[in-house]
């Protein structure tokens, strides 16, 4: 039994500036990225266990994963299938694949279903597993080109591995004489905002979720995924979709439209309505004065790094300060020229800076930058361990980091735009953010496991970010229409 497992990410903000360079993803091969991916709470972990309990030779021609940001080049894209298609072409007698789902290259809008489809050409009868991120926008061509998929049930993403297993368990099946099972997919025309798609709130995600899992327990039924989709991809197919794994291709058609129907009659439950700036920052003030421990959490949603923001622009900072909120602590904010600025002045130094909104965002008026002085508390490398529960035990590096402490605020800034994973974004550099009396992060999801339980409120900021929930601010081009909720007389019915 030989068994290729390998990982390739990457979610495409096609409005994003920041660019995706191979060096973006940390390529790592063969026996590099097996001890890269062995143990780890991802897809990919749970595949090397599986090679490894069964005694099959695996091979790992590639892990790669890049934070989300713009389309990648169209070599960029080929110099990471390569390895993997080679690999397939030596032969193999399954192929287990964690991927996105959104991925957009320079020319390709569907990247995922371009490497199924030519793992196909080159294995036409070996068998192959995916495990897709709840935010994949899938296409015909992705299911068409495998056997079996499943995609998290979470967000945040705090079941990956489980969703590794998930492919596991069916493919197995497989490998042990069963036959391959049928997918089936439909695609309601609703382009869910991705603050609509928190699994540890009551709302549509979470009942459409909780009807997934019901229809897992059906008899034939194997897998069953509410794809949420990626908005800020524009590409025909960007939305909600529903995959069904089963017996037989009327089994999984009927679970399907089902739950397609279902996800349309809950269309309204997608869409999210921004508060003005101004009146986040009121209820934050408000939520400060209530009785309760820690700070009040800020989410910078429209500059939001895991979803391809430049974490540069400072709208929430420089509203906040000029409110007179005090006792804040913000960041990760990404500005490589202030770093350098800082670190050249040494800790201890008083100096006067230009911080952010320094990547033009097409489409955007220009702001300027916050003029802010005062002293540097740290420089150094801004790097630490993630504790979890997501991406337990991965190093984070942020490049050089330096933190700017002002009479009213404190703000860490650093040479990569980084999400505030874990506790460690700060306490590297010195800063304790439970201590905060208003925590600003450049975050919309991936925090919360962690800030949010040490938090006594949180409140959704918007800023003119390239990752704002307001699709009005982007210009589509390729998106299919009409699609609900930019156009509100859209009709759809799952096809019976």
């Given at each position: 039994?030989?068994?290729?497992?390998?990982?390739?990410?990457?979610?495409?903000?096609?409005?994003?500036?920041?660019?995706?360079?191979?060096?973006?993803?940390?390529?790592?091969?063969?026996?590099?990225?097996?001890?890269?991916?062995?143990?780890?709470?991802?897809?990919f972990g749970a595949f090397i266990d599986y090679a490894e309990r069964i005694g099959a030779e695996l091979v790992t021609p590639l892990c790669a994963t890049?934070?989300?940001?713009?389309?990648?080049?169209r070599e960029v894209f080929e110099a990471l299938c390569a390895p993997i298609l080679k690999a397939a072409e030596a032969g193999c007698d399954a192929i287990l694949l964690d991927l996105h789902g959104a991925m957009v290259a320079e020319e390709i809008d569907d990247c995922e279903g371009e490497l199924l489809a030519r793992l196909r050409e080159v294995a036409p009868d070996v068998p192959i597993g995916v495990a897709l991120d709840l935010h994949g926008n899938i296409t015909a061509r992705l299911i068409e080109s495998c056997d079996c998929i499943a995609g998290f049930k979470t967000y945040p993403h705090i079941d990956m591995r489980e969703t590794g297993a998930h492919v596991v368990r069916m493919m197995d099946a497989i490998r042990c004489g069963a036959a391959r099972p049928a997918m089936a997919m439909v695609h309601p025309p609703i382009l869910a905002q991705t603050l609509r798609m928190n699994t540890e709130v009551p709302g549509i995600m979470t009942d459409l979720i909780a009807a997934a899992r019901a229809a897992e327990e059906r008899d034939g039924v194997q897998a069953v995924t509410i794809f949420g989709g990626f908005p800020l991809s524009d590409i025909s197919d960007a939305g909600v979709s529903v995959v069904v794994v089963a017996d037989t291709g009327a089994l999984a058609h009927e679970v399907a439209c089902d739950l397609g129907a279902a996800a349309w009659a809950g269309r309204e439950g997608f869409v999210y309505r921004e508060a003005p700036l101004d009146v986040s920052l009121a209820e934050a003030r408000q939520a400060a004065d209530r009785p309760g421990a820690g700070p009040v959490l800020l989410l910078d949603h429209g500059d939001n790094c895991m979803s391809g923001g430049t974490c540069d622009t400072v709208d929430v900072l420089r509203s906040a300060l000029e409110a007179g909120m005090r006792g804040i602590i913000a960041g990760p904010i990404c500005d490589p020229e202030v770093v350098a600025q800082m670190t050249k002045a040494g800790s201890g130094?008083?100096?006067?800076?230009?911080?952010?909104?320094?990547?033009?965002?097409?489409?955007?008026?220009?702001?300027?930058s916050l003029e802010l002085s005062g002293t540097v508390a740290f420089t150094g490398q801004g790097r630490y361990v993630v504790s979890g529960p997501i991406y337990t035990g991965q190093t984070c590096d942020m490049g050089r980091a330096a933190v700017l402490q002002l009479e009213s605020a404190t703000v860490l800034v650093t040479e990569r735009p980084?999400?505030?994973?874990?506790?460690?974004?700060?306490?590297?550099?010195?800063?304790?953010?439970?201590?905060?009396?208003?925590?600003?992060?450049?975050?919309?999801?991936?925090?919360?496991?962690?800030?949010?339980?040490?938090?006594?409120?949180?409140?959704?900021?918007?800023?003119?970010?390239?990752?704002?929930?307001?699709?009005?601010?982007?210009?589509?081009?390729?998106?299919?229409?009409?699609i609900y909720p930019m156009d509100p007389e859209t009709d759809w019915a799952p096809r019976g």
């Open positions: 039994m030989r068994i290729i497992a390998a990982r390739f990410n990457h979610e495409t903000n096609t409005f994003s500036p920041v660019p995706t360079p191979l060096e973006d993803f940390g390529p790592l091969h063969n026996a590099d990225a097996r001890a890269f991916g062995a143990g780890s709470a991802t897809a890049a934070n989300p940001s713009g389309p990648a080049k130094a008083q100096v006067s800076v230009r911080l952010g909104n320094k990547v033009p965002l097409e489409g955007f008026p220009p702001n300027p980084h999400e505030p994973w874990d506790l460690g974004v700060f306490s590297c550099a010195g800063v304790d953010p439970v201590s905060a009396k208003f925590l600003i992060l450049k975050s919309r999801m991936y925090c919360r496991p962690v800030f949010e339980p040490l938090s006594r409120a949180v409140v959704e900021c918007a800023s003119a970010g390239i990752t704002s929930s307001n699709l009005g601010l982007f210009d589509f081009q390729k998106l299919a229409r009409p």
